[in-house]
């Protein structure tokens, strides 16, 4: 399958693994690029720079497809070193940076003075289309469904897709709610040069997390995620658990005088404990209502190969003979 993403990438298939915290280590992003999609490192995972530059040399020793990093700018407890990040992206040879969370503006020239390609991650069509104002080469538009930071719209991708079309002039990936090869075709209809997946990422051999955590999304429906801190505009959709229903009653007793503070315990620094030592109840963490498409924990390889196998076979058995 050929569209402007995987030419844009340099990737065979036009399927993109998200920024993840404490997911997107080198493990998972080679073995996506290597099954042919695209894979991401999370900068943020990455205590300093110079731990990134090494994150970013130890994914290249595990593949030599073109891999990308992801640059959150989140509200976040510590403030990063942006800069840093950035240089350490650019002498690492990276070729794709996914950007989300806030305007990343100021970082693209020098992003594409070294020749890298910036896809921007939007939640909605005004932010999409500045995106593409400020020169971003492509955006990844997250629907209402997604795992993560689905912003304050709540506009699924059945809409959201559709409207981005409409809109846009560089090329966009449908995030949020993909899962297989029905989620391709149905993005390609929709609009988009291809997908970019979260949850369903996680649930794989590859994903270096606990097996918990892969169980847990296996077990998961579609009904069972939660949006925590609604009240600070900071939405984050994220698995139900204990954790999530205290901090849930802590918003509905506190209402307007919620303060992140409050909720500090349930979700601040809890990403390692959950994702490296199965601690399922540590706290709060981000997960797509797409878990209740996810049964099983395969190699990337055979997800991805699986996923394209699919989309074909709907394009060519079921599509074509409807005509
Ligand atoms: C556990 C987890 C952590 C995530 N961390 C980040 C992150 O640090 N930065 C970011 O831009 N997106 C992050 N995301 C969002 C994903 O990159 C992607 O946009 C989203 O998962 C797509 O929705 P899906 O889960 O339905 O596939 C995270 C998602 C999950 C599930």
């Known amino acids: 399958m050929k569209t402007q993403i995987t030419e844009m990438f340099g990737i065979q298939h036009p399927i993109i693994q998200g920024g993840m915290h404490y997911v997107g280590f080198a493990e998972l992003a080679a073995a996506v690029s290597n099954a042919g999609g695209l894979g991401i490192l999370t900068a943020l995972t990455q205590r300093s720079p110079q731990a990134l530059a090494n994150e970013i ?15 959150t700018f989140l509200p976040t407890v510590s403030s990063p070193d942006y800069p840093g990040y950035i240089q350490a992206i650019i002498e690492g040879g990276v070729k794709a940076v996914e950007t989300a969370g806030n ?30 104002a400020i020169g971003c080469d492509a955006v990844s538009v997250d629907g209402f469904e997604c795992g993560g930071h ?23 990936v449908a995030s949020g709610g993909m899962a297989d090869g029905r989620s391709l075709v149905a993005a390609l209809a929709l609009g988009a040069q291809g997908i970019n997946m979260g949850t369903r990422f996680i649930a794989t051999q590859e994903a270096p997390v606990h097996d918990h955590v892969k169980q847990a ?5 579609e009904l069972d995620t939660r949006l925590v801190m609604r009240p600070l505009r900071n939405t984050e959709r994220v698995l139900r658990n204990d954790a999530v ?41 981000s ?17 991805i190969d699986r996923i394209m196998a699919e989309a074909e076979g709907i394009i060519r058995q079921r599509l074509m003979s409807i005509l």
């Open 245 to 285: 229903d205290r901090l849930l009653e802590k918003e509905r007793a506190l209402g307007a005088n919620l303060q992140f503070e409050d909720i500090m315990d349930e979700v601040a620094g809890v990403y390692p404990r959950i994702m490296q030592q199965g601690e399922m109840e540590a706290g709060a963490w």
């Open 150 to 172: 689905p912003g304050e719209d709540d506009i699924p991708n059945f809409i959201l897709l559709p409207r981005a079309a409409d809109e846009l002039k560089i090329p966009f």
């Open 57 to 71: 040399r130890r994914c290249r020793e595990m593949t030599d497809k073109p891999i990308g990093v992801n640059l």
């Open 103 to 132: 305007n990343p503006q100021k970082y693209l020239p020098s992003l594409h003075a070294a020749g890298i390609k910036v896809i921007h991650k939007c939640t909605s069509v005004r932010h999409a289309l500045k995106a593409e």
């Open 287 to 303: 997960c797509g209502m797409v878990a209740g498409l996810i049964h099983d924990v395969p190699t990337v390889k055979a997800l």
């Open 217 to 221: 999304i296996v077990a998961a429906s």
